[in-house]
């Protein structure tokens, strides 16, 4: 209920605005008009880019906690655009059990790995804290954020930073997904698919892909200034990257459209865009980011269609690969220790093999030789 009066109140609030700037929509269509094909589709290139390059940093998150039940990262890439798409099209960021469904489909056992999917996405989210947190201190340090924006900006950064933290210690304690029950097991499941925030090696590789992820988002959104005749240059086109996503951080109807193109004018203003201007940026660069999404995630999405990814050779059934339990690799240097110190047994009974003579035809019952 509460959720339904406040997407209200925002829909309200947009209806306002938008009617108040009713006298410059000729403006905003003429500008539309105008816009360069080849400059946009260079943006629709960079978000397409972006979204690969994201999709490859989940997949490391999935190797640090599947290991070698993984699937390939065409799996990955295709599921992290599924996931996009449904958010751009649908609210309540249904996007995310979107990609946990459409992953899972690849693996040999999802009913017991789509808990360990689910807290690689989560811990994907968190990620984001880190690269977005540089980039708004660069953009306060260069140009500087509005006052009634920096505010709330900062204190979802705070949040989302001390929920990286819990979960870096949730991640770090021990503890198998065996024993317990079904909830216990999902937790420790989900756990696992925090695993990458207690692997130094794979947290700089994810959260240097996770950092390239939004400097060529930041990129997108340049080379659609050029699209539009806007002569801003990357400092402003990461103020755009930083309203849009919190813009749609919550979704109260399909792409937020209307609040996106409103953020995005408002953040523009500052910097010297007109308002008229900055509003059909903010169309066109909603169409574009939409478009990349369908680029990225349709060919998974469709049955029968997809990325091209590698063949994965049926395990026989019943066969497990070797080492795949943490009880079989711990248990697999004891035994290759004990198979060096003993050599083999000799035979006890080295006599012979006993041999049956043949039955003669016609010899009655004894079975005796002949001659006997």
């Given at each position: ?256 459209v209307g609040v996106f193109q409103v953020a995005v004018a ?107």
């Amino acid at each position: 209920m509460g959720r339904r009066v406040l997407a209200l109140a925002v829909l309200a609030l947009l209806i306002a605005v938008l009617v108040a700037s009713a006298p410059r929509l000729g403006e905003v269509w003429d500008t539309l008009a105008g816009v360069s094909v080849g400059w946009a589709l260079a943006s629709v290139a960079a978000n397409v880019l972006s979204l690969v390059v994201r999709g490859l940093n989940w997949r490391v998150l999935l190797r640090s906690a599947l290991r070698e039940r993984e699937a390939s990262a065409a799996d990955a890439v295709s599921a992290y655009g599924v996931g996009q798409l449904v958010n751009a099209v649908l609210p309540g960021r249904l996007g995310e059990p979107a990609k946990i469904a459409t992953y899972t489909r690849h693996l040999d056992d999802p009913g017991r790995d789509w808990a360990v999917v689910a807290g690689t996405v989560a811990a994907h989210r968190l990620l984001d804290a880190v690269p977005l947190s540089v980039l708004t201190l660069a953009l306060v340090l260069s140009v500087g954020i509005p006052a009634s924006a920096a505010g709330g900006l900062f204190a979802l950064l705070a949040g989302t930073g001390v929920l990286l933290v819990v979960a870096v210690l949730v991640a770090r304690r021990d503890g198998e997904a065996g024993g317990g029950g079904r909830l216990v097991r999902i937790a420790a499941a989900i756990r696992q698919g925090l695993a990458v925030l207690r692997n130094p090696a794979a947290l700089a590789l994810a959260v240097s892909l996770q950092a390239l992820g939004w400097a060529i988002e930041v990129l997108g959104a340049w080379l659609c200034f050029r699209a539009f005749g806007i002569d801003e240059g990357l400092a402003a086109a990461g103020l755009v990257v930083v309203a849009t996503n919190a813009a749609t951080l919550l979704p109260f109807w399909p792409g937020n459209v209307g609040v996106f193109q409103v953020a995005v004018a408002l953040i523009l203003v500052p910097v010297g865009v007109a308002y008229a201007a900055g509003l059909a940026y903010g169309v066109g660069l909603q169409a574009i980011e939409t478009l990349a999404t369908l680029i990225v995630g349709v060919p998974a999405a469709c049955p029968g269609a997809g990325w091209p990814r590698r063949r994965r050779l049926p395990r026989p059934p019943g066969r497990r690969a070797e080492g795949a339990t943490p009880a079989a690799r711990r248990l697999k240097p004891c035994l290759r220790r004990r198979s060096r110190g003993r050599s083999p047994r000799p035979r006890t009974d080295p006599s012979p093999p006993r041999t049956v003579a043949p039955r003669v035809p016609g010899s009655g019952g004894g079975g005796r030789a002949p001659g006997g």
